[in-house]
């Protein structure tokens, strides 16, 4: 009788623990499901873009991709936000001859979207803006859209005398390891750099063609949304600065070589090279690319290159003052320009670097104002 008795209680308890588990794990389910309907969503909702060409990008098989030239789109990220390319593929502000006038100064700006301009019109990116800071000087600006510094430097290396110059600004900011680090961009395939027998030599070239966009392209950029990757980010402690470590490691000695080879590049023409750090609004409280940075700065100083850090200047402005130099991801009707320098952060970056660069001896002699010649009496 009491074995009989004593089943239904066994019965009863199991399901009150199995109650009890559903209680507690429920919330949990449905928070995974959501997190993972409204991942399938996006990938879904995600846009295509509005051409094959969406990136105003040619293909090029050393580069992967440059600048589609002549281009002249008025409203291109915005009412009145024009985007001009000459027959290289340069983002332009007003037509540049291939030779030096007698007495020109000029300054070649290299790097990627943020040099580029993403987001703002052809005379608001701080290349451009550079003339009105620096009086006398001419700016080219030959920066890409989507580059890794690798590709930023085979630029150069392939084209660099093509427009002469004297003074050349290399500018790099903390995402850039992560583009060079990897073998494309969002699906276009990319060149990369190693060195083989202590010589720099580019890899995965001739580039892949790109075959077309594919929604899955952007399911990497989504990953980071899904509740289980950031529950096991967390359990497994990944900090941020862990994840910039272990690309670094990857790319230090080529990062080394490139820029040992970008002042014998520059020497030869004659050119004095200035690499630029230029920080994320990110930066601005994080200092999870600290070392990243700093690394870079030493990189630079042993390769004999002069190099400018804006990162100390940008932190110490106000807090609501850098919220109005950065676009946000509703302020154009362009996608995938969030996060860029608006056109106040370009006069920003240009009126530091004009300040900077004036304080560098090698560069000082290029940008400074000529002295006036005194008129007979």
Not at 209 to 224: A, D, F, I, N
Not at 323 to 349: C, D, E
């Amino acid at each position: 009788m009491a074995e009989m008795n004593a089943a239904p209680r066994r019965s009863r308890a199991k399901w009150i623990v199995i109650g009890i588990c559903v209680l507690l794990f429920a919330p949990l389910l449905i928070e995974g499901a959501s997190s993972a309907w409204l991942f399938a969503s996006d990938i879904a909702r995600f846009p295509a873009p509005p051409a094959a060409n969406f990136r105003q990008a040619a293909y090029d098989s050393l580069l992967g991709w440059k600048g589609s030239p002549n281009l002249a789109i008025a409203d291109n990220y915005g009412p009145g936000l024009t985007l001009t390319t000459n027959a290289d593929g340069y983002r332009i502000h007003r037509p540049v001859t291939p030779a030096l006038a007698p007495g020109e100064r000029r300054v070649m700006c290299s790097g990627a979207s943020f040099t580029w301009g993403s987001g703002v019109k052809d005379g608001d990116t701080f290349c451009a803006l550079l003339e009105t800071e620096l009086p006398g000087v001419r700016t080219i600006n030959v920066a890409q859209q989507g580059y890794g510094f690798d590709q930023t430097y085979l630029l150069y290396a392939r084209e660099g005398a093509r427009y002469p110059h004297q003074l050349q600004i290399f500018v790099i900011n903390g995402s850039d390891f992560e583009r060079t680090a990897s073998t494309n961009l969002n699906g276009y395939p990319k060149p990369g750099l190693a060195v083989e027998n202590g010589k720099l030599v580019p890899t995965h070239v001739p580039v892949a063609q790109w075959t077309g966009w594919s929604r899955w392209t952007e399911v990497p950029r989504l990953l980071p949304t899904l509740r289980l990757m950031q529950f096991v980010k967390g359990r497994l402690h990944v900090t941020e600065a862990d994840q910039y470590k272990r690309v670094d490691a990857q790319l230090w000695p080529v990062l080394d070589a490139m820029l040992r080879d970008l002042v014998r590049l520059n020497k030869e023409q004659g050119v004095v090279p200035v690499l630029v750090y230029l920080p994320t609004v990110e930066e601005f409280a994080s200092t999870a690319r600290d070392e990243r940075r700093l690394r870079l700065l030493n990189s630079a100083k042993d390769a004999g290159l002069a190099a400018i850090d804006l990162t100390p200047g940008l932190r110490e402005l106000p807090a609501d003052s850098v919220a109005w130099m950065f676009l946000t991801p509703n302020a154009i009707p362009v996608r995938g320009h969030s996060g860029h320098y608006n056109a106040t952060g370009h006069r920003w970056v240009a009126r530091q670097l004009a300040s900077k660069l004036r304080e560098l001896p090698a560069a000082a002699a290029v940008v400074a104002a000529p002295a006036l010649t005194p008129r007979s009496p």
